[in-house]
Nanobody
Framework: QVRLVESGGGLVQAGGSLRLSCAASGLTFTSYALGWFRQAPGKEREFLAAISWSGASTYYADSVKGRFTISRDNAKNTVYLQMTSLKPEDTAVHYC????????????????????WGQGTQVTVSS
């Protein structure tokens, strides 16, 4: 069965960087679009970034554009989220998600579009 496992979260000071990883198993990795979401206490789950099956197309939320970079290594069945210039408002549980997709240009960007989810990893940004 499909399994997504996030790692790389932790505590970082404002302005710092973190790199999140999400290892996938139980699926043909290149057949899936992948995304990152976050959810802070008392807030709804928020889309951050997504990437197509080939990695050719990416899409970012305005709140993280220019600061975060999503990438994937199909040889390692892993998707990454490189986060820089972190702000306290980035504090949240971060989730990776996957959905079957063969589109090279359309990247899903809503939680409803993604079928499989990881368990989450906490990112805390201190002031």
């Amino acid at each position: 069965q499909v399994r997504l496992v996030e790692s790389g979260g932790g505590l970082v000071q404002a302005g710092g960087s973190l790199r999140l990883s999400c290892a996938a198993s139980g699926l043909t990795f290149t057949s899936y679009a992948l995304g990152w979401f976050r959810q802070a206490p008392g807030k709804e789950r928020e889309f951050l970034a997504a990437i197509s099956w080939s990695g050719a197309s990416t899409y970012y939320a305005d709140s993280v554009k220019g600061r975060f970079t999503i990438s994937r290594d199909n040889a390692k069945n892993t998707v990454y989220l490189q986060m820089t210039s972190l702000k306290p408002e980035d504090t949240a549980v971060h989730y990776c998600a996957a959905v079957y997709s063969n589109s090279r240009t359309v990247v899903p960007s809503t939680s409803q579009a993604f079928r499989y989810w990881g368990q989450g990893t906490q990112v805390t940004v201190s002031s």
